[in-house]
């Protein structure tokens, strides 16, 4: 029931662009983004809650397609502080209860 | 700028050591989180709160265990540490989850000797 990312490692050079996928065997309610630069906590970047919706955070944005059970992160004319790992979270509702599963993360790696 | 706090941020243990991580957050946020988390690896969900006197186990089987007695606190006991539990330990609040982030604490890092 972990959402599955792919794929698990990206390299680029400053400006170039990347697309970090999120897909799940399950329905999705909503879909969580978090990026983890080493050592430290994981920080919220965005949530997309329902099927076609779209979301930008700078030059970061997001699309979440219900039907497909997945999502897809953009990132656009990659910065050197993009470099982390980056986690989709997606809702479920078990037991009657509602939790948050994380992917195995996406380490991106930007190079000068 | 998120107002959760972790303590201690690392800590070198003995087996059969019995530890409390402390977790504690200024929001007044309902749910709490321990997520576990090895070097360079996903977050699993050990431990979950919904309030006050409400704990739940998470995905993740840990022989940890957890209480929520105030809505600030939310801390986590191992009554005898081993080897196997060294990791990174992250506690996590929202005030709702389907429209509200998650804020995370700067972890604890445990490892047992």
């Known amino acids: 029931q972990q959402p599955v990312q792919s794929p698990q490692a990206v390299i680029l050079r400053e400006g170039e662009d990347a697309v970090i996928n999120c897909s799940s065997s399950?329905?999705?309610?909503?879909v969580h983004w978090y990026r983890q630069k080493h050592g430290e906590a994981p920080v919220f970047l965005m949530i997309?809650?329902?099927?076609?919706e779209q979301k930008g955070h700078e030059k970061i944005s997001a699309s979440f397609n219900e039907k497909k059970q997945q999502s897809s992160l953009y990132l656009t004319a990659s910065q050197l502080s993009y470099s982390g790992t980056y986690f989709c979270?997606?809702?479920?509702?078990?037991?009657?209860?509602?939790?948050?599963?994380f992917g195995q993360g996406t380490r991106l790696t930007i190079n000068p | 700028e998120a107002d959760i706090y972790q303590t201690p941020r690392y800590l070198v243990i003995g087996t059969g050591k019995k530890i409390t991580l402390e977790c504690s957050q200024t929001m007044g946020h309902d749910k709490m989180y321990w997520y576990q988390q090895d070097p360079g690896m996903e977050l699993h969900l050990i431990h979950y709160?919904?309030?006050?006197?409400?704990?739940e186990k998470g995905d993740l089987s840990s022989e940890s265990t957890v209480s929520r007695i105030r809505t600030e606190h939310f801390p986590l006991t191992l009554e005898s540490a081993r080897p196997s539990h060294t990791s990174q330990y992250l506690c996590a609040s929202s005030a709702r989850l389907n429209t509200g982030e998650l804020f995370f604490g700067e972890g604890s890092r445990l490892t047992v000797l």
């Open positions: 399950k329905a999705l309610y909503s």
């Open positions: 997309l809650l329902k099927g076609g």
């Open positions: 979270g997606t809702e479920r509702i078990i037991q009657g209860a509602q939790k948050l599963v």
């Open positions: 709160s919904y309030g006050v006197n409400s704990t």
